[in-house]
Antibody
Framework: EVQLVESGGGLVQPGGSLRLSCAAS????????MSWVRQAPGKGLEWVANIKQDGSEKYYVDSVKGRFTISRDNAKNSLYLQMNSLRAEDTAVYYC??????????????WGQGTLVTVSS | SSELTQDPAVSVALGQTVRITCQGDSLRSYYASWYQQKPGQAPVLVIYGKNNRPSGIPDRFSGSSSGNTASLTITGAQAEDEADYYCNSRDSSGNSVVFGGGTKLTVL
């Protein structure tokens, strides 16, 4: 069974840092791009970042550039999101998702269950 | 970057057909994918590419596209289809990804 399990969420003060992890199983992790997608409480989905199979390419939404870093460890079948200088507006459920398709098509399947990050004093 | 626009809410009578649309300039170059999200759950992919359904998605779900508009059609909507639906595609740069704001589907 293809599965993604996030961890590392929690309550953090504004300006603080947090590292999210995503453990993948049931597929060849090193063969896929991977993404983080977030959803603020009661709001829609927002793509955050993605990373190429070998980590050589990374892309970010403008609002997190310079603050968040996506990385992966293919030997451990794991994806990470280092979040620094956190702001209240970063409060969201963060989902890890397998990033499928290239060229003219992009899709996310499957998704993890999500981990909640709350930025508040 | 670019934006994808969806109607905030749509309703359909049980057993009838409903179309949910997604508009954006990026859709002139890239295909849309569609996700279903029920309360408290992670999104689930229902349509990707031209009109492809992942394994396990009922064939009442279909996708289409014309110009800058992509559509998700549910033919014979069921009570269990009541959910939020999101579209996504690559943005105009081809490297980043954008989501629509979501459409809340109510099955009457």
């Amino acid at each position: 069974e293809v599965q993604l399990v996030e961890s590392g969420g929690g309550l953090v003060q504004p300006g603080g840092s947090l590292r999210l992890s995503c453990a993948a199983s049931g597929f060849t992790f090193s063969s896929y791009w991977m993404s983080w997608v977030r959803q603020a409480p009661g709001k829609g989905l927002e793509w955050v970042a993605n990373i190429k199979q070998d980590g050589s390419e990374k892309y970010y939404v403008d609002s997190v550039k310079g603050r968040f870093t996506i990385s992966r460890d293919n030997a451990k079948n794991s994806l990470y999101l280092q979040m620094n200088s956190l702001r209240a507006e970063d409060t969201a459920v963060y989902y890890c998702a397998r990033d499928g398709g290239r060229g003219f098509i992009n899709w996310f399947d499957p998704w993890g269950q999500g981990t909640l990050v709350t930025v508040s004093s | 970057s670019s934006e994808l626009t969806q109607d905030p809410a749509v309703s359909v009578a049980l057993g009838q057909t409903v179309r949910i649309t997604c508009q954006g300039d990026s859709l002139r170059s890239y295909y849309a994918s569609w996700y279903q999200q029920k309360p408290g759950q992670a999104p689930v992919l229902v349509i990707y590419g031209k009109n492809n359904r992942p394994s396990g998605i009922p064939d009442r779900f279909s996708g289409s596209s014309s110009g800058n508009t992509a559509s998700l059609t549910i033919t014979g909507a069921q009570a269990e289809d009541e959910a939020d639906y999101y579209c996504n595609s690559r943005d105009s740069s081809g490297n980043s990804v954008v989501f629509g704001g979501g459409t809340k589907l109510t099955v009457l």
